[in-house]
T-cell receptor
Framework: NAGVMQNPRHLVRRRGQEARLRCSPM?????VYWYRQLPEEGLKFMVY????????ESGMPKERFSAEFPKEGPSILRIQQVVRGDSAAYFC??????????????FGEGSWLTVV | GNSVTQMEGPVTLSEEAFLTINCTYT??????LFWYVQYPGEGLQLLLK?????DKGSNKGFEATYRKETTSFHLEKGSVQVSDSAVYFC????????????FGKGTKLTVNP
């Protein structure tokens, strides 16, 4: 059973370009989460999605950032017009349907974005 | 709101030393508590978890007990190894582990031979 798959692992973008990060959840998992890790800091929640629905986007910056999890295919985190401050590691995680009894969230290996 | 406060690092130990990394939390309701580990250049791996008061999570020689009275979830290991060098994150989830996680800032551990 493959884990959470993220690509690309490393991405370099010039200021003003767009960055697209992809995440395929574990088999059987229908819940996807995106987190951002800035240098020397912990992970901060960005967005929580189910298939075709955004459930909680309270951690997403108001502008330039968007996320989707279509019916078919991976979840996409899109950052438009990147700036140097967007340089970070972006982690995707997935979990199965919530049961309210302590499901574990599994993380991918992350996508490291560098804006030059 | 929910928050996690973690012992600040970095922590440097010699091999076979005893490890404690303190973690306390603030949460409404009854959160699930987790320790994640991040090895250099890698993603986060779940180390252990506890879902209710007095539960003890354990894995790879690490242990942590969910203490509701002190709102703590301290990570311990009796004898660390060089391979334990990593960043350790304490986290909580306030809906039984299926919703978003709130992380501490992480504690970097270096174990010297």
């Amino acid at each position: 059973n493959a884990g959470v798959m993220q690509n690309p692992r490393h991405l370099v973008r010039r200021r003003g370009q767009e960055a697209r990060l992809r995440c395929s959840p574990m088999k059987g998992h229908s819940h996807v989460y995106w987190y951002r890790q800035l240098p020397e800091e912990g992970l901060k929640f960005m967005v929580y999605l189910q298939k075709e629905n955004i459930i909680d986007e309270s951690g997403m910056p108001k502008e330039r950032f968007s996320a989707e999890f279509p019916k078919e295919g991976p979840s996409i985190l899109r950052i438009q017009q990147v700036v140097r401050g967007d340089s970070a590691a972006y982690f995707c995680a997935s979990s199965p349907n919530p049961s309210g009894s302590g499901n574990t969230i599994y993380f991918g290996e992350g996508s490291w974005l560098t804006v030059v | 709101g929910n928050s996690v406060t973690q012992m600040e690092g970095p922590v440097t130990l010699s091999e076979e030393a005893f490890l404690t990394i303190n973690c306390t939390y603030t949460a409404t309701g009854y959160p699930s508590l987790f320790w994640y580990v991040q090895y250099p250049g890698e993603g986060l791996q779940l180390l252990l978890k506890a879902t209710k008061a007095d539960d003890k999570g354990s894995n790879k020689g690490f242990e942590a007990t969910y203490r509701k009275e002190t709102t703590s979830f301290h990570l311990e290991k009796g004898s660390v190894q060089v391979s334990d060098s990593a960043v350790y994150f304490c986290a909580l989830s306030d809906r039984g582990g299926s919703e978003k996680l709130v992380f501490g800032k992480g504690t970097k551990l270096t174990v010297n031979p």
